[in-house]
C-alpha cells in the first residue's frame, strides 16, 4: 500500500489535514445528530455521557491541531500570514455571532469554538516556539482541571450574564478551561514531527484531508446545508403522512 506524508504540490502535511478532518467528520456527524433531534427524529441529551466525550473528542482534535499547525507556521510564515489568518478567524467568529444573533436571538453564539481559537491562537503564538515548555503549561492546566476544582469556576457563566446582557443559553460555548491547555499541548506534536508520519493513499484518505484542508468553510456552511436537509425530509414527511 502506498503511503505519504505530504501532498503534492501544496507540501501540506497530509497527516495533519487528515487529523484535522477528522475532526470536521465528526463534528459534522454530531451536528446532524443534533438536526435529527432538533425535528424529532432522535431522542438524547446532550448531557449524557456519550455525547459530552463525543464533543470533547472533537474539541480535542480541533483544539490540538491549532497548536500543533501555529508551531509547524512559525518556522515558515511571516507575521503578514499571521495576521491574515487572524483577521480571517475573527470575520468568521462575528459572522457566526451576527447569523446566530438573526436567527435565534435567545440562544445566539457570543464565544464559540472560532471565537475561542482567535482568542486561544495569539494567546499560544508567543510560547508555541518553545513546545515542550508550552505542552507542560498546557499538562498543568488539564491535570489541575481534572484533579481540583480550581479552575472550574461554577458561577462565572451567571455572573457574567447578569452583568452583560447575554443570553442564558447559547447553542455553542467554549469555556477557557481545560481547552486552553489543550491548545498549549499542540505544539509537542509538531515538535514531535508527527505531521510526518506516512498514511495511506488512497480516496478516503484524500477526502478527509480535503475537509481538513479547508476546515473553516466547510465549519462556517455545513450545519445550514445539514439542518436545510433534515428539514425538507421532515416537511415531506409531513405532507404526505
Given at each position: 500500500?502506498?503511503?505519504?506524508?505530504?501532498?503534492?504540490?501544496?507540501?501540506?502535511?497530509?497527516?495533519?489535514?487528515?487529523?484535522?478532518?477528522?475532526a470536521?467528520?465528526l463534528?459534522?456527524?454530531?451536528?446532524?445528530?443534533?438536526?435529527?433531534?432538533?425535528?424529532?427524529?432522535?431522542?438524547?441529551s446532550?448531557?449524557?455521557p456519550?455525547?459530552?466525550?463525543?464533543r470533547?473528542?472533537i474539541?480535542?482534535?480541533f483544539?490540538s491541531?491549532?497548536?500543533?499547525?501555529?508551531?509547524?507556521a512559525?518556522?515558515?510564515?511571516?507575521?503578514q500570514?499571521?495576521?491574515?489568518?487572524?483577521?480571517?478567524?475573527?470575520?468568521?467568529a462575528?459572522?457566526?455571532?451576527?447569523?446566530?444573533?438573526?436567527?435565534v436571538?435567545?440562544?445566539w453564539?457570543?464565544?464559540?469554538?472560532?471565537?475561542?481559537?482567535?482568542?486561544?491562537s495569539?494567546?499560544?503564538?508567543p510560547?508555541?516556539?518553545?513546545?515542550?515548555?508550552?505542552?507542560l503549561?498546557g499538562?498543568?492546566?488539564?491535570?489541575?482541571?481534572?484533579?481540583?476544582?480550581?479552575?472550574?469556576?461554577?458561577n462565572?457563566?451567571?455572573?457574567i450574564?447578569?452583568?452583560i446582557?447575554?443570553p442564558?443559553?447559547?447553542?455553542?460555548?467554549?469555556?477557557?478551561?481545560?481547552?486552553?491547555?489543550v491548545?498549549?499541548?499542540g505544539?509537542?506534536?509538531?515538535?514531535?514531527?508527527?505531521?510526518?508520519c506516512?498514511?495511506?493513499?488512497?480516496?478516503?484518505?484524500?477526502?478527509?484531508?480535503?475537509m481538513?484542508?479547508?476546515?473553516?468553510p466547510?465549519?462556517?456552511?455545513?450545519?445550514?446545508?445539514?439542518?436545510?436537509?433534515?428539514?425538507?425530509?421532515k416537511?415531506?414527511?409531513?405532507?404526505?403522512?
Open positions: 500500500m502506498q503511503t505519504s506524508s505530504v501532498f503534492e504540490p501544496t507540501k501540506r502535511s497530509a497527516f495533519l489535514d487528515v487529523y484535522r478532518g477528522a470536521v467528520l463534528m459534522m456527524i454530531f451536528h446532524f445528530c443534533w438536526d435529527l433531534r432538533n425535528f424529532g427524529f432522535m431522542e438524547f446532550i448531557y449524557d456519550f455525547w459530552v466525550y463525543f470533547s473528542l474539541l480535542t482534535l483544539l491541531a491549532i497548536g500543533w499547525s501555529t508551531y509547524l512559525l518556522g515558515r510564515a511571516s507575521s500570514s499571521f495576521w491574515k489568518r487572524d483577521i480571517k478567524l475573527f470575520i468568521s462575528a459572522a457566526i455571532s451576527l447569523a446566530t444573533y438573526l436567527a436571538p435567545d440562544q453564539i457570543y464565544f464559540g469554538i472560532l471565537h475561542f481559537i482567535f482568542i486561544a495569539l494567546i499560544t503564538r510560547i508555541a516556539q518553545w513546545p515542550i515548555l508550552s505542552a503549561f499538562a498543568i492546566i488539564i491535570i489541575i482541571y481534572h484533579t481540583t476544582n480550581w479552575l472550574h469556576f461554577p462565572a457563566f451567571s455572573t450574564t447578569s452583568y446582557a447575554l442564558q443559553r447559547t447553542l455553542d460555548i467554549v469555556f477557557p478551561f481545560p481547552w486552553i491547555g491548545v498549549l499541548v505544539p509537542l506534536l509538531g515538535y514531535l514531527n508527527w505531521h510526518k506516512p498514511i495511506p493513499n488512497n480516496p478516503i484518505i484524500h477526502i478527509l484531508a480535503f481538513g484542508r479547508y476546515a473553516l466547510i465549519y462556517l456552511t455545513h450545519q445550514v446545508i445539514l439542518f436545510a436537509l433534515v428539514a425538507a425530509f416537511m415531506v414527511l409531513t405532507l404526505i403522512s
